[in-house]
């Protein structure tokens, strides 16, 4: 079982940055990846960054170039650093974790970031 909580999220202008942190709740060496996703008003949830535990890393196009993931093993942190924000990051986001051994997904309760033009 693992525990996620996101943080970081808030009102920003567009062109402005915001860095949202997912802590888990026990020792992420060995989850297989960790990820964001966001889900805006009436759309579906969708992907914006993975990274696994071996550093590999993979963006949504529209997030490329401005959105970073990282993870920091030693404090049981995954980061996404979002740079040049727009209107259309407007969402919740929320962390995932992936376990693929017992195939078990984590979420967390999601951080709203609002991004005004």
């Known amino acids: 079982q693992v525990q996620l909580v996101e943080s970081g999220g808030g009102l920003v202008q567009a062109g402005g940055s915001l860095r949202l942190s997912c802590a888990a709740s026990?020792?992420?060496?060995?989850?297989?990846?960790m990820g964001w996703y966001r889900q805006a008003p009436g759309k579906q949830r969708e992907l914006v960054a993975t990274i696994t535990s071996g550093g590999r890393t993979n963006y949504a196009d529209s997030v490329k170039g401005r959105f970073t993931i990282s993870r920091d093993n030693a404090k049981n942190t995954v980061h996404l650093q979002m740079s040049s924000l727009k209107p259309e990051d407007t969402a919740v986001y929320y962390c995932?974790?992936?376990?693929?051994?017992?195939?078990?997904?984590?979420w967390g309760q999601g951080t709203q970031v609002t991004v005004s033009s």
């Open positions: 995932n974790a992936a376990v693929l051994a017992v195939s078990a997904y984590y």
């Open positions: 026990r020792s992420i060496f060995s989850i297989n990846a």
